[in-house]
Nanobody, 125 residues
């Protein structure tokens, strides 16, 4: 199983980026998917998660109203639209997924089962 993240880069504060994660090796159409991030010198933290059918989303308080998670089950992928970026959003962003049939996205926030490689997001002030 592979989760391939892309879309990171360097952006000024107030700008936008869209991250994408393409899954391969198995389908996740019945599993929650989401994103975590890790800033330099800090622990990895939850960012956002989405239910198997896209009907329920769950966000960290720090990104609510600025980030939007979505998924495309036809293409076995998940996306993270990040708007109004702040320097505190800088870090490596990781795609994650569950292996728990139709579990709520809150479960992914607590215990991901699969991790992808990260993509770097840098927000300059």
């Amino acid at each position: 199983v592979q989760l391939q993240a892309s879309g990171g880069g360097l952006v000024q504060a107030g700008g936008s980026l869209k991250l994408s994660c393409a899954a391969s090796g198995r389908t996740f159409n019945n599993d929650a998917m989401g994103w975590f991030r890790q800033a330099p010198g800090k622990d990895r933290e939850f960012v956002a998660a989405i239910s198997w059918n896209g009907g329920t989303t769950f966000y960290a308080d720090s990104v609510k109203g600025r980030f939007t998670i979505s998924r495309d089950n036809a293409n076995n992928s998940v996306h993270l639209q990040m708007d109004n970026l702040e320097p505190q959003d800088t870090g490596v962003y990781y795609c994650a997924a569950n292996n728990w049939h139709r579990a709520p996205p809150q479960r992914l926030a607590q215990r991901p089962d699969y991790w992808g490689q990260g993509t770097q997001v840098t927000v300059s002030s």
